[in-house]
Structures are given as C-alpha cells and as structure tokens.
C-alpha cells in the first residue's frame, strides 16, 4: 500500500512541472482550488494510510489466525492420527480380548462339559456304589439271618452231637465189654487158631479152620465145638448182641463129593453148622443169628502161598452191639 501511495505523489509531481506557463498561470489562478484538491488528497491519502495500516493490521492478525489454523489443523492431523493409532490399536485390543473370550468362553464350555461329565460319572458310579451297597446290606442281612439260622442249627447239632458222642462212648464201653467178655470166656483158645478184635464197631472173632475142621469137611471137631459152647454162654447172657456168622475159603476149587458142589456151599455149609453148635442148648434167640458163605471172595491175604490159603480159610462170628439208639440219634438229623 506505501507503494501505491508514494507512485501517486510522483506522478502528481511529474504532471505539475510539466505544465506549461500559461497553465500555470490558469493553476495560479486556481491554486486555492489546487491546495483545496491536495489537502483532500492528503487527507484520502491520510484515509487510505489508516486503511491500509489497518488492512495491515487485519492481514497480520488474519495470518496469525491462519498460522493458528495451520497449527491447530497439524495438531488436529496428529490427534487425528494418534487417534487413528489408538482406534487401529483399541480394535486390535478389542479383537484379541473378543477372541480370546470367545477362547474362553470355549475353553470354560469345554471344562464345563469335562466337568459336567466328570459329575455325571461320579454320581453314575455314587449310585453304582449305593445300589451295591444296598444288595450288600440286603446280602448282609440275608447272611445274619442264615448266620443265626446256621449258629442256631448248629448249636442244635452240637447238642445232638455232644448226646452222638455219649452214645457212642457208651457203645464203646459195651463193645469194649464185650470183647473182654469174648477173650476171657476164650482165654484158652486165643493165639491157638482163635482171634478176637474190634472193626467197625463190631467184636470179631476169627477161628482158624485147623480149630473147627478137617480139611475140605464141614464137621466140627470136639476143641472147636468146646470154644463154641464156651461163646455161646456170653451170647446167652447178653440177649443184644446179634451175632453173624460167615465162612471162608481160600481159592482152591472145592473137590469133595455129595451135596457140596464148591467153595460156595462149603463155606455156607460151615457156617451152619457153627449156628447149630452155637444154638444147641442154650436159650439164644435164633432170630439174632445169620449164617452166611462168602467162599473164596473175601480174603485176609490175597497171597497164592500155603500160608496165606491158610489164614484165608477161616469162619467167623462176628458179634454186633445194640446200636438202635444210635440209629436214633443219626435219624433225627
């Protein structure tokens, strides 16, 4: 603008000396007019000065303003971007713990699941465990009944027992009687063809053949006929017993003649006549006797040699106690 200015005064200056004298002759004449004109352009001037101090003033705080803008906008491209950053970042962020929820959630869906599992596994087996517990107490009680049922039948068969052994002490004591009763009556027979033992609660008394007869003979000799009658008086004093009598031979074919075909009538027969000798005058009841032949098929020695035909060949009375109080007890079971 002071350019401007200073190009108008020039250009003023230029035109007045270049006018000529008559001209300045008429501006002479009209110079108050002139100095009316330059004190108004002086004045405008003046204005136009003011203006353009103000204009000045105006661009400068116009400028100022701009460089503000320019600053405020930078400022505002940086927030911009720096809040860019923090949205790329705070989506980022928000991506991962979004993802990592949902891993989360996932993951505590999956232990939620195993544990949900796990639980209805152990309530599965907890009532697995209590029905076995219940069939076990049930068992249980079932077994204390039994138990007491068995202690009772037991304590029962106790008593039954202690009442068997008594018997059987008892059947002892007259079997053991009677076999001291048998030996002393035989006391002059014994270790001479003649034994007595107890088996299977029974006394037995074994005579030799060479004590009662003559080979392949049924006919008793008088020193086997004495031993019988000697037995028969403890037979006659003991009415209980009942009394057996069986013959053997050994396996040497029967050869004789008559009415004895083999072994078999011979050992029947000998048997017989024992029961004959035992009976003749005694008040024994023959219902207590059997007379029976076992041959050759019941040996004491199994051997082929003299000797053990020999003790093969034998007959015995076998004497059995009462033992129907015995059957008694055992039939009550």
Same mark, same amino acid.
């Given at each position: 603008?002071?350019t401007?200015?200073a190009?108008?005064?020039f250009?003023?200056?230029?035109a007045?000396?270049?006018?000529?004298?008559?001209?300045?002759?008429s501006?002479?004449d009209t110079?108050?007019?002139f100095?009316?004109?330059?004190?108004?352009?002086k004045?405008?001037?003046?204005?136009?000065?003011?203006?353009?101090a103000?204009?000045?003033?105006?661009?400068?705080s116009?400028e100022?303003?701009?460089?503000?803008?320019k600053r405020?906008?930078?400022?505002m491209?940086?927030?911009?971007? =720096?809040a860019?950053n923090d949205?790329?970042n705070?989506t980022?962020?928000?991506?991962?713990?979004?993802?990592?929820?949902?891993?989360?959630?996932?993951g505590?869906?999956?232990e939620?699941?195993?544990?949900?599992?796990?639980?209805?596994?152990?309530?599965?087996n907890?009532?697995e =465990?209590?029905?076995?517990?219940?069939?076990?107490?049930?068992?249980?009680?079932?077994?204390?009944?039994?138990?007491?049922?068995?202690?009772?039948?037991l304590?029962?068969?106790n008593?039954?027992?202690?009442?068997?052994? =008594?018997?059987?002490?008892?059947?002892?004591?007259?079997?053991?009687?009677?076999?001291?009763?048998?030996?002393?009556?035989?006391l002059?027979?014994?270790?001479?063809?003649?034994?007595?033992f107890t088996?299977?609660?029974?006394?037995?008394v074994?005579?030799?053949?060479k004590?009662?007869?003559?080979?392949?003979?049924?006919?008793i000799?008088a020193?086997?006929r004495?031993?019988?009658?000697q037995?028969?008086?403890?037979?006659e004093?003991?009415p209980?017993i009942?009394v057996?009598?069986?013959?053997h031979?050994?396996d040497?074919?029967?050869?004789?003649?008559?009415?004895?075909?083999?072994n078999?009538d011979?050992?029947?027969?000998?048997?017989t006549?024992?029961?004959?000798?035992?009976?003749?005058?005694?008040r024994i009841?023959?219902?207590?006797?059997?007379?029976?032949?076992r041959?050759q098929?019941?040996?004491?020695?199994?051997?082929?040699?003299?000797?053990?035909r020999?003790?093969?060949?034998?007959?015995?009375?076998?004497l059995?106690?009462?033992l129907?109080?015995?059957y =008694?007890?055992?039939?009550?079971?």
């Amino acid at each position: 603008m002071r350019t401007v200015n200073a190009a108008w005064l020039f250009l003023i200056v230029v035109a007045a000396s270049c006018v000529s004298g008559k001209k300045y002759n008429s501006l002479s004449d009209t110079s108050v007019g002139f100095m009316n004109e330059r004190d108004a352009l002086k004045t405008a001037n003046i204005n136009l000065e003011m203006k353009n101090a103000e204009l000045e003033a105006r661009q400068t705080s116009v400028e100022r303003e701009i460089a503000e803008l320019k600053r405020q906008y930078t400022q505002m491209e940086a927030d911009r971007t =720096k809040a860019l950053n923090d949205l790329n970042n705070i989506t980022a962020r928000y991506n991962e713990l979004q993802s990592a929820q949902e891993d989360l959630i996932r993951g505590n869906v999956r232990e939620t699941q195993r544990m949900l599992g796990e639980l209805r596994a152990a309530q599965a087996n907890l009532q697995e =465990k209590e029905e076995l517990l219940r069939q076990l107490s049930m068992s249980l009680d079932e077994k204390k009944a039994s138990l007491d049922e068995l202690s009772y039948e037991l304590e029962r068969r106790n008593a039954r027992l202690a009442e068997l052994e =008594k018997v059987l002490d008892a059947q002892k004591k007259i079997l053991q009687d009677l076999k001291t009763k048998v030996s002393e009556a035989l006391l002059g027979f014994e270790n001479n063809g003649l034994t007595v033992f107890t088996k299977d609660g029974k006394v037995y008394v074994s005579l030799d053949e060479k004590l009662l007869f003559r080979s392949g003979s049924y006919e008793i000799d008088a020193n086997g006929r004495r031993a019988i009658r000697q037995l028969s008086g403890v037979l006659e004093r003991n009415p209980d017993i009942q009394v057996t009598i069986e013959g053997h031979t050994d396996d040497v074919p029967y050869r004789g003649t008559g009415q004895l075909n083999d072994n078999w009538d011979l050992s029947v027969k000998r048997a017989t006549t024992v029961v004959r000798v035992l009976l003749e005058g005694t008040r024994i009841n023959p219902q207590r006797i059997t007379a029976s032949g076992r041959s050759q098929y019941l040996p004491v020695d199994t051997g082929s040699a003299a000797d053990a035909r020999q003790k093969n060949r034998r007959t015995e009375i076998i004497l059995t106690p009462d033992l129907s109080e015995l059957y =008694k007890i055992i039939d009550s079971y």
